[in-house]
């Protein structure tokens, strides 16, 4: 099937997933299920585990203020991330588009 589509990005409070069909609809679930998707238990398992590190990146008794994290703890974050997407990209294959929507923990 081509015309698949998904966003990867990730959202506080949302544990499990970075991947978000552009239609609510969809049969992955919205937010996507991993275990719905096309993709190795293991990627399933680094997204996982990366959307939860993620949470930590906010001050949940001041959530629009600055990240805990230190800068050092972003990099690495955005590189696991970064590395996360290609794999993905790279199990999903062509038939399936995955929109880039990351972004940098405040």
Do not use: H, K, N
Not at 58 to 75: H, I, M
Request: proline residues 9%.
């Amino acid at each position: 099937m081509t015309g698949r589509r998904l966003r990867y990005f990730f959202e506080a409070g949302v544990v499990g997933t970075a991947l978000w069909p552009d239609d609510v609809e969809s049969p992955y679930g919205y937010p996507a299920e991993l275990d719905l998707l096309p993709i190795s238990a293991a990627l399933a398992a680094e997204l996982d585990r990366l959307s939860s590190w993620f949470q930590s990146s906010l001050d949940w008794d001041d959530p629009g203020g600055p990240s805990p994290w230190s800068r050092d703890e972003g990099v690495r974050f955005e590189a696991a991330a970064r590395a996360a997407l290609a794999a993905l990209r790279g199990e999903l294959g062509p038939e399936w588009t995955v929109v880039d929507r990351l972004r940098p923990p405040r």
